[in-house]
């Protein structure tokens, strides 16, 4: 079977013929210090002094490292030039960008896409003077379209392991759910899940302090919060946002519950009707994925069914691109704020994976009540690769 | 105890007086993705939007976080002013810049050091973009300096860290002297290795699939190599490169071996006379260093002696500075090569910690023989952190 990072390089061949780009540079160094998020997907290991790998429109793929790189670059396998160097890059550099003499020369930078914003200013200085006496300064464009449909193209090698991330993650809300009993805290379910994973072997999907973030009650902190000393109490909502990372792809899942009163059997009323309002807005988000529809329809369906509903809008985006990282840069499902820039325009592809996510705050006292669900884009629609929460469990 | 992050925050203010720069941003976004070097030194965390974290030469110290940063951020305790924000960080970062009014605004990139380089390019002409109709686009400079000098100025509670994963990793190496016997392979030694370092919890000091780096004989791969299927034999030498990260702080050690040959009770001359030269060579460099010297005269030092004793001239610099990460970037021990940039031209000071390290390739058919020591730069020339290592042991 073809790595991933075999079929990835390949797709990039095939995106910079649709996007009539010549030449595709990433250039890098020290990436253990300051990585791009590119190189995984292109090469999977580090490199340390400068470094470039170009990939052009007709097929070249070269990669110039310094000496010591040498031997890890070539035993990646798909890169069918190596070149390594000793004192200074820029001969080897000039040399091939004169050889291959592309018009037009893609680099890793993005005002929008933190994912296509790998060069850092420092380098992209570097390559100013190294260009200089060259035509190719001139001729330098961002290459955010194409790292966007590279990630945002999910091959079905790369489904099939967020489904994976998906299944362990699911596995886990379920021991969650035996564990987190009245008087629990936050961070001791947070600890609880972080065994779990340590057990298994796996990695989490985003930076271990928030992941899990947990949320007991009307006290607790939202969003990117560690989680407290908060103990779960009846009346309490309890939600959780957790991912893991599996074979290299991530899951990023929200669940909730409701934490009973002595002689509740259900909710209140006042929760049961903001959970069903969750509900159908992730729904009505799903609703209006396909092929060709730019990614703030999506969001606005979301947002309206929350705001007529009476309930306050939310204040981040109902989904975000998933797969290699929890957040995979490229398209956002989000809203025409300044903050995400152009990526709310971008347009939905058959292979591009979301989450859908939303919630209400200060729920009758009870606390936050959130979820999130993850999809494909298909040739018609959309399948869930989440199983959708539609009932809101006691937890007790 | 004062946290190192305070202890480093405190630090900053006094360099930004000393280098007379009135403010120093950093400028990220989604740090999982691509971190900015700096932010483990001045906040511990990862930020998820757009964020901007100032301190002046004043005193102030203000963090401008997307609002599901804002419980985290203030946590950390030495942020003292956090300002939230929704939908875009442009008016309050723009507000907070006219308030502080900066003659001179540092950010963070850097044609040379890669610790220094935090700002994406992306994220520089987003800056701009913000800046336009004020004055500071106009009064930015490079962050270099204070960068170079926050990191190298090791405090006593960071030289102290470092000591401790120092002398992890000496008994690291004592055990695999045990382990790692005729036939055993290069994997074979990492592996045990990592589980070593698995055990106690440990972090690697680098790229894990080049940490440790074991070479056994003259076919092995030299430099950031993946260890190999290659087998311990009678003849060779053996040689690791490895560090682990304790606490936040790293080490960085080269050690060898002799494995002799049936009959043998010392390695041979040549091996033996290869060994001492880059002892004294090593030696050379330490005798070389005190507060005020280039660095690049270390490095002369240390090279002078391998060319004089008639061996080819090692092809990387004499050493690094180490800490937080394994190359912790500003000064470098290093000749006036292209690549190197400005950086051995950089005066040594208090405080610096550096490695020591170089070898010699295809030593009369054994292989590779390489050492590395760390040490410290004190008032009047330097001191030994590892115990430097004088004799070449056999291995059987």
């Known amino acids: 079977m073809k790595s991933i990072i075999a079929e990835k390089v390949e797709q990039a061949g095939n995106i910079l013929r649709e996007l009539q780009i010549d030449a595709w540079l990433t250039f890098v ?125 999910k091959s079905a090698g790369e489904i099939q392991r967020i489904r994976s991330a998906i299944a362990t993650t699911d596995r886990i809300f379920d021991e969650v759910a035996g564990f987190a009993t009245p008087g629990k805290t936050e961070r001791d379910v947070a600890r609880f899940m972080h065994d779990l994973v340590e057990k298994q072997n796996l990695d989490l999907a985003w930076d271990r302090r928030q992941c899990p973030t947990v949320n007991t009650g009307p006290e607790s902190m939202i969003g990117h919060g560690i989680p407290s000393e908060l103990a779960i109490e009846p009346g309490h909502i309890f939600h959780i946002d957790f991912g893991v990372r599996q074979d290299d792809y991530c899951s990023d899942i929200q669940r909730c519950w409701y934490v009973p009163r002595r002689g509740e059997t259900e909710p209140p009323e006042a929760v049961r009707r903001v959970f069903d309002t969750v509900v159908a807005a992730i729904q009505a988000a799903a609703a209006t994925i396909k092929p060709g529809v730019e990614c703030w329809k999506v969001d606005a369906a979301a947002r309206q069914t929350v705001v007529d509903a009476g309930y306050p809008e939310y204040r981040h985006a109902t989904g975000h691109s998933i797969g290699r990282s929890a957040h995979d840069g490229g398209s956002i499902l989000g809203p025409k704020w300044e903050r995400y820039g152009q990526l709310p325009y971008r347009k939905l592809e058959e292979g591009n994976v979301f989450t859908l996510e939303l919630g209400i705050e200060n729920v009758d006292g009870c606390g936050y009540l959130g979820l999130e669900e993850m999809i494909v884009v298909t040739a018609g629609g959309c399948e869930y690769l989440s199983r959708p929460q539609t009932v809101l469990p006691l937890l007790q």
């Open 29 to 153: 160094r020290e990436t253990t210090e300051t990585g791009d998020p590119v190189l995984p997907l292109i090469l999977g290991r580090n490199l340390t002094w400068y470094s470039a790998l170009i990939i052009t429109r007709s097929g070249e793929r070269v990669a110039i490292v310094g000496q010591y790189d040498d031997g890890a670059v070539k035993s990646v396998g798909i890169w069918a030039e190596v070149i390594p160097y000793v004192e200074g890059i820029r001969e080897p550099l000039v040399d091939t960008l004169r050889r291959l003499d592309p018009q037009k020369l893609a680099v890793n930078f993005s005002r929008d896409d933190v994912t296509a914003d790998g060069l850092s200013h420092g380098m992209f200085l570097a390559l100013g003077e190294y260009l200089a006496d060259t035509p190719y300064g001139d001729r330098l464009v961002s290459a955010e379209n194409i790292i966007a449909q590279l990630r945002g193209r």
